[in-house]
């Protein structure tokens, strides 16, 4: 049974209505009468963040990438429970700041969890709960037939700060930062959360999530690729080419807000993304059909090999 | 940073009343009106669990370890997410099938979580968050002078269990079980919880877990030895001896509740544990001071050096 598989087995379990057929960025819960959403991911080393990162830094992308699945549900933050597997002191000290620093930049409780000792030399695999609370809860199955295509921010410059990471590139520090600190769209998350018709967080490459997207709702999507959001210091290492804009659309780790919206609606969401300190643009159009197609000034764009990074 | 400074810096930053210093079975959360259980242990090969223990046998132990605590609050599980690095192709889907069987036999729905791969042979290290609800949620910190102290069950067999998966003993198959495959004291503890002064789970060995409830409550507890129930299976392997009581009572993996009452509960609560299939027993007496002495019918024992398994 390999990790596909797995996957699969998992959903075959997870038949409750609070599972989302596991195929969302999170559970919601009933309870209370209110909204709970819940949300566990993992970051492996070589995997997730390189064996050199800063210790400081895999705890605020720990922190992060569970916040950016809460951001994708409109969630507002509420604790958090962390997995942790003991490395060197070193390494642990260096974490405990980071972590401090990460819950207190997102106002996060941390409320429990576990450290367990593993041998030296160890791979390392850190996991965290997050839980929030929500209003309206969208999914990634309600794409529209005309439903515009909207992401949030700037593509691809997590890719290229994991190049500079790995000494394969020079380039802004910002770019850096995208990799090792992401932001969470969680303050644009609440706000649109309302208004959208799907909503997820971008994190194994656009193509790919959009794609997921599309098919949960059993729609086609058609993207236009020049649309893609590039940021000035992604242009100044790789260009505008077509190429490039590949690679954005393929890279990871981006951790933007990915939505449709209906015909419409697109002012308001860019009135709300300004007062949220972000951009919000469109990139595409949702359509009856199935499947991912991709347009450029020059016409159609072959599908690349990969859309993403294909972890589960 | 060792695993102890690790501890008391994740406790120097987890403040908030939520997380109850780090010292409790589980976090409890107002929401919506009401109190929300969240726990999230790790189980890791070679400390947790042998490499050769069946696949579904630890996902049993994996579910099973997390409602123990909840069980611990008195609280009724609603769900669970899976933090799960991928195994071989044959130990995935024997996982699969035994977390499927435990998911049922607890009518825990799984609504979550995350899955990633590794290299071939990395350590196994997985994780749980268990969410429920609570009604009263006992903490370690209550109990007071002149109390009783409980235990649920009987204690050591897991200890005994371990040493027959290890090729080390033998004896009666359901010791192996209580080590492979615990059952958590879930409605148990939903009954005694609104009796209890203080309550948590036996996982690291009655000494230590008891010498913990002590510490938190600001009190001494007194143990009397020959009182600790052991089972029958247990005693044919071990014995009753001194020797083999200390043993028990520091083995760990018993997944029973320990608990405080006030004079005059006990009878109550003994009805309450026939209702629930099991048996409580008396084990000491909380009085003003602090620390744990032992005693049995020939006097003073003297504590053992190891209280329990000192993984955090």
Do not use: C
């Not at 969302?24 to 991911?41: I, N, P, R, S, Y």
């Not at 450290?115 to 609370?133: D, F, H, Q, R, Y």
């Amino acid at each position: 049974m390999n990790e596909e598989e797995f996957i699969a087995g998992m959903r075959g379990i997870a038949t409750h209505p609070f599972a989302r057929g596991l195929s969302d960025d999170a559970a919601v819960v009933e309870f209370g009468g209110k909204q709970l959403v819940l949300t566990h991911d993992m970051i492996v080393e070589g995997v997730h963040f390189l064996a050199h990162d800063p210790p400081a830094d895999v705890a605020w992308k720990l922190v992060a990438v569970n916040l950016s699945d809460l951001a994708a549900k409109g969630a507002r933050p509420i604790a958090a429970l962390l997995g942790y597997t003991l490395g060197s002191n070193e390494w642990n000290r260096a974490f405990v700041i980071g972590l401090e620093q990460a819950l207190a930049a997102f106002d996060l409780p941390l409320i429990g969890g576990d450290t367990v000792s593993v041998p030296a030399g160890s791979l390392k695999a850190l996991g965290l709960t997050a839980i929030g609370e929500t209003k309206a809860a969208p999914s990634r199955a309600g794409a529209q037939p005309g439903d515009g295509i909207w992401v949030s921010g700037t593509i691809g410059d997590a890719l290229v700060g994991l190049d500079i990471s790995r000494g394969r590139a020079f380039g802004d520090a910002s770019l850096r930062n995208r990799y090792r600190r992401p932001r969470p769209q969680l303050e644009l998350g609440r706000m649109i959360a309302p208004l959208v018709t799907a909503m997820m967080d971008v994190s194994d490459g656009l193509l790919l999530d959009l794609s997921r997207l599309a098919a949960v709702s059993g729609r086609a999507a058609a993207l236009d690729l020049d649309a893609v959001p590039l940021s000035d210091a992604f242009a100044a290492v790789r260009g505008r080419t077509r190429e490039a804009r590949v690679a954005a659309a393929t890279g990871g780790d981006d951790y933007e807000l990915l939505f449709t919206l209906p015909d419409g609606a697109g002012e308001q969401v860019q009135a709300l993304a300004a007062e949220a300190g972000t951009a919000v643009t469109r990139i595409g159009t949702i359509n009856e059909g199935e499947g991912l197609t991709l347009t450029d000034s020059e016409g159609d764009v072959p599908l690349p090999e990969r859309l993403g990074y294909q972890h589960a």
